[in-house]
């Protein structure tokens, strides 16, 4: 085995690089073997619960809301459990088939297992799917299956006896030659009925195409893919892998047509994908399944599969690279020798009722990118640090939007960041998942620097706004409505969700150091109010609290050792508050986020626009006037149509609300 090390102590349980090289690879000294040492670092983790050919791979159940609840979800998480490590598993055996981990011969486990999925005396057995059975995640688990199939068929399908092959192919099939959910689960059909197709078995193929054209009609433009009807990392660690993986191993020789238009798609990712992680190649946390993490990387090494002149190739390295050690080198990403369900470690308002433990090897998706030749300029070009180093430079601000699907990525050199602002509109009531409603997507961004926190039961909001609603509970804004980006704004209009006639017009512009809000209240009523900042986790020491007046302002600064976070209202605003929460917080069981507040009475109120200055600093940096005051005035015209903003550098903007 490689150079792969790892001690087996409650203390330190992260992934260690050995042997660095810091010559190829000067800001993470990561190669591709220390890529296969951490996939190999994860597969241990699972194979530590198997001791024999017979054990699956079921791991500790984490409290909470992922199941399994009963004992008949136990058949599907053993599934899960299976086919996604296999996504780690898989790029491995192809490259080593004697792979051998806790004594186990790993291919001979996975076939093994596989075989069990189509015996009807095993525990593991699959029922096929019935004759008007709906879709499941029994479809999903299988087209991960065929996929993995796809890619290491001499070590994974070659060696099985044709029976079981046989069995397998009328199982999987009866899944994969069926109905599928409107998003990126046709995918799962498509790779099913590709792989069997592949080896020689008769499969619908006119479903197979319908599914591949509908697929192609959910892009949206600049490498975003619509998954029905959010904007997340499915567009990455689902159709744009699924595409660039079903053109290479079987779309280039079937269908070269439908392939080049994948193709295609997949290129256009190039140019404004990367420009989401951190200068130092952290990635946001933002959408549902963030539990999948390192997932999100995967395009960038397979663009390793075409040496495009048009690549920085030692940026995507260095990106991906940099995910990799963003989770695998966090104490609290492991337990129990698995990834836990959140994001560093387990955090519950980021879990989905659809996940088990074992969900979170859908992780592995990343390590597919080990697929892609060593001698690939992905694998063999320097790192760098791409358009930080070249275009992105400090003092200013960059926006990069996206017409059609609506998302703005914006990059703050002065602290290495990078921000997404996306689709939200998802009611409560309409939710039946959970999960689209909530704090994954309601948040007016998501920044690579400062993960989002959860919403508090007594008004603790970071990054949006909370409303006291007609059953005195405070309700965050969910409903939004994008308008427009213009002038470097970027305008939503929003509604809250049990009272149509509580509605704001939103426009956010972002500065070097932070975000100018302008928002315009168009409520009817009177309302409590509240706005939050960013929040900090507390780390090792107490998260520093200073106040000071600037021309006028009260400014509020937090301090908790690795970053700043300032907060200055400048209209409407009655007063602000720095809020501690627990439990909120990805990164800390203890947080603080400041609140800005305002009881507002549409017959007593001064002014309807609320203006907010959200700043930010690295810990250690001083602030001086220039940051912390950058706006001259702030002046409503027009019947509170426009808002004319005028900077202390000598620009201005007008907001226009209505256009």
Not at 260 to 267: A, D
Request: one cysteine or more; glycine letters at 6%.
């Amino acid at each position: 085995m490689s150079v792969f090390a790892q001690k087996q102590t409650k203390k330190d349980n992260i992934f260690h690089i050995v042997n660095p090289d810091y010559k190829l690879s000067p800001h993470t000294g990561m190669t591709k073997q220390h890529w296969k040492d951490a996939a190999t670092y994860l597969l241990k983790g699972a194979f530590s619960y198997i001791n024999t050919m017979d054990d699956a791979m079921k791991f500790p159940k984490q409290s909470g809301k992922s199941y399994p609840h009963n004992e008949k979800q136990v058949p599907t998480e053993k599934l899960e459990g299976l086919c996604r490590t296999l996504f780690v598993a898989a790029p491995l055996l192809k490259d080593n088939p004697n792979l051998t981990i806790n004594k186990i011969k790993v291919a001979e486990y996975y076939r093994y297992q596989i075989s069990k999925l189509v015996d009807a005396t095993s525990k593991s057995f699959i029922v096929p799917r019935a004759k008007n059975g709906g879709p499941s995640q029994n479809l999903v688990e299988f087209g991960a299956l065929a996929l993995s199939l796809l890619v290491s068929p001499d070590t994974l399908w070659e060696p099985l006896p044709q029976a079981t092959k046989n069995a397998l192919a009328k199982t999987m099939l009866s899944y994969g030659d069926g109905p599928t959910v409107d998003s990126n689960w046709k995918f799962f059909n498509i790779f099913v009925l590709s792989f069997f197709k592949e080896q020689g078995y008769a499969v619908n193929e006119k479903l197979l195409v319908n599914y591949l054209e509908k697929s192609l009609k959910d892009y949206r433009g600049d490498g975003w893919y619509n998954d029905s009807p959010a904007y997340d990392y499915y567009s990455m660690w689902a159709f744009q892998m699924y595409g660039s993986l079903w053109s290479q191993y079987f779309g280039n020789k079937y269908y070269p047509e439908i392939a080049l238009k994948f193709k295609s798609n997949f290129n256009d990712l190039k140019t404004t994908y990367p420009k989401m992680f951190s200068k130092n190649g952290q990635m946001i946390m933002w959408g549902r399944s963030i539990s999948y993490r390192i997932g999100a990387i995967v395009p960038l090494p397979l663009m390793g599969f075409e040496n495009d002149a048009n690549v920085n190739y030692g940026w995507m390295r260095r990106i991906s690279s940099g995910v990799l050690k963003q989770f695998l080198q966090h104490p609290e990403f492991m337990e129990d020798n698995v990834p836990t369900l959140g994001f560093y470690g387990a955090f519950e308002p980021a879990v989905q009722n659809y996940s088990c433990r074992g969900s979170v090897y859908w992780m592995g998706k990343a390590f597919m990118g080990l697929l892609v030749s060593d001698d690939s300029p992905f694998w063999t070009s320097i790192e760098n640090e791409g358009a930080w180093e070249s275009e992105l430079k400090d003092g200013k601000v960059f926006n990069n939007f996206m017409k059609d699907s609506e998302l703005l990525i914006t990059n703050y050199p002065n602290i290495g960041a990078s921000e997404v602002r996306s689709w939200c509109h998802e009611k409560v009531k309409d939710d039946w998942q959970k999960f689209r409603s909530t704090e994954n997507y309601n948040r007016l961004s998501y920044s690579s620097a400062f993960p989002w926190q959860a919403d508090g039961e007594n008004g603790e909001v970071a990054m949006n706004y909370v409303i006291k609603n007609k059953k005195e509970a405070w309700e965050a804004f969910r409903l939004y409505t994008f308008k427009k980006f213009e002038d470097e704004i970027y305008y939503r209009d929003v509604v809250l969700e049990t009272d149509e006639n509580i509605k704001f017009n939103l426009a956010e512009i972002p500065l070097k150091n932070g975000i100018l809000r302008v928002d315009k209240n168009n409520s009817d009523k009177a309302i409590a109010m509240r706005l939050g900042h960013y929040a900090l986790p507390k780390f090792d020491k107490e998260i520093k609290i200073s106040t000071k007046k600037i021309k006028g302002n009260k400014v509020t600064i937090m301090d908790n050792g690795k970053y700043q976070l300032a907060m200055i209202p400048l209209l409407g605003w009655d007063k602000t508050e720095v809020v501690s929460a627990k439990g909120l917080h990805p990164e800390s069981i203890n947080s603080k986020v400041i609140n800005v507040t305002s009881s507002f009475n549409p017959k007593k109120a001064n002014s309807t626009i609320y203006a907010t200055l959200m700043l930010w600093k690295k810990s250690g940096e001083k602030w001086n006037k220039k940051e912390l005051c950058p706006v001259k005035s702030i002046k409503p015209i027009h019947n509170l149509k426009e808002v004319i903003v005028k900077f202390n550098n000598g620009e201005s903007k007008t907001i226009k609300y209505n256009e």
